[in-house]
């Protein structure tokens, strides 16, 4: 069973600190690894992707991927209020096309 | 910036009626999504459609449901007899080739009465 796990927060963190949101996954076949924001009622917004492990930055974000140990997490410098939304963390498993979503982790940045 | 659109925004239907929810995916992509999220809960995956055929779909995807791409823009996806657990927000998504990210439209708003 192919498994995404995110602490569903709501994680609260003040304006200008960094947000640190977390995710684990079941299956080490797993290839490619997604973060989506999404605002209440919205559709998923796509912030990252990574595919090999270690750090990708852009920007503000910085998304960090440890195969061996099945955990992708997404850092948010200088958060503002704006990014207040819940960050949906993704997974394509090798050979298959659909996205695996984990339920999300809310975050509250706090101005 | 090229968009997956979707209509209507938000769609009231009588339950046991049909109904079809539209999508315009992003013009030169190939590989075509729906996708569904309970109000309050995750997104979950329904159907992949790639090569105008059904590639991958969920257990959700019962026989009630069914995706067309009727012509060289639009996808479908048709739910025959709607049920109220159908009351949903539906995405769909697309991307071109390979494990490139998926895009998501702005989603229907689907409520059965």
């Known amino acids: 069973q192919k498994e995404v796990e995110q602490n569903s927060g709501p994680l609260s963190v003040p304006e200008g600190a960094i947000a640190s949101l977390n995710c684990t996954y079941s299956?080490?076949?797993?290839?490619?690894f997604f973060w989506y924001r999404q605002y209440s009622g919205k559709s998923p917004e796509l912030i990252m992707f990574?595919?090999?492990?270690g750090d990708k930055e852009d920007g503000r974000f910085t998304a960090q991927l440890n195969k061996a140990s099945q955990y992708v997490s997404l850092l948010i410098r200088d958060s503002q209020p704006s990014d207040s939304a819940t960050y949906l963390c993704?997974?394509?498993?090798?050979?298959?096309?659909?996205?695996?979503f984990g339920k999300g982790t809310r975050l509250h940045i706090l101005p | 910036e090229p968009e997956v659109t979707q209509t209507p925004s938000h769609q009231v239907t009588q339950m046991g009626q049909e109904v079809i929810l539209r999508c315009v995916p992003i013009?030169?992509?190939?590989?075509f999504y729906w996708y569904r999220q309970i109000l309050g809960q995750k997104v979950e995956f329904l159907v992949s459609?790639?090569?105008?055929?059904?590639?991958?779909k969920s257990e959700i995807f019962d026989d009630q449901f069914s995706v067309e791409r009727p012509d060289g823009s639009n996808f479908t996806l048709k739910i025959r007899s709607t049920k109220l657990e159908d009351s949903a927000m539906y995405f769909c998504?697309?991307?071109?080739?390979?494990?490139?990210?998926?895009?998501f439209g702005d989603g229907t708003r689907l409520s059965i009465l």
């Open positions: 993704a997974v394509i498993w090798n050979r298959d096309d659909k996205i695996i």
């Open positions: 299956d080490r076949g797993s290839q490619s």
């Open positions: 998504a697309s991307h071109g080739q390979g494990n490139q990210p998926q895009h």
């Open positions: 990574i595919y090999s492990n």
């Open positions: 013009s030169n992509h190939l590989y």
């Open positions: 459609f790639y090569n105008n055929e059904i590639s991958e």
